[in-house]
């Protein structure tokens, strides 16, 4: 059943309920209650859950067979949200600026001790640290969260999209290349 599939994985990625809804953009009692079965996800939802984990879809949604292994449509970029990569990731941007704790928290405007709790994987950077310093580093959330390269340059997050609406010539531009790639 697919309330099944949704918390197989989340407990494949070792996620909480929490961190799943960060991912697919709604709240932990939203996960819960798809898990149950009370609710059904969204077409949207289940795309983005799709996308976001490699996930195949006909695996998703196959009725049939629940006890069929769970299947990925890409396992070379499976997403990695454990403590010690998302560590890893944090280090590594620290190296490649060459920056210390302090200079970094500063650079970021995340606390010192917010970015060693996670440096030493005490807890689990939250969304909003994430954010800062995907800003200040120009990468996107998603990599740093992940681990998925193809999410790491030229991040699609609000700073993008306000300057694609306040510049019509960059929306039509960015909008006829994917009219183009259908």
Known sequence: MLKDKLK???????????????ELE????????????????????LALLCHRFHIDREWLM???VSDKPLVFTDHENLP?????????????LMQERNMNLRQFAS???CSASSLSRTLNQKTVMSRKAMELVAEACGVGVYWLRSGNL?????????????YLWEHPEAREYVWKMIVADN
Not at 80 to 92: G, K
Not at 150 to 162: A, N
């Open 8 to 22: 197989e994985i989340r407990v494949f990625f070792e996620l909480t309920a929490e961190e799943m809804g960060e």
């Open 26 to 45: 709604c709240s932990s009692g939203r996960i819960f209650q798809y898990e149950n079965g009370g609710t059904q996800p969204s077409e949207p939802l």
């Open 62 to 64: 196959d009725e049939s």
């Open 80 to 92: 990695d949200f454990s403590a010690s990569a998302v560590a890893e990731r944090i280090q590594n």
């Open 107 to 109: 650079f970021t405007g």
């Open 150 to 162: 193809k999410y790491k340059e030229y991040p699609c997050d609000q700073r993008m999209i306000e």
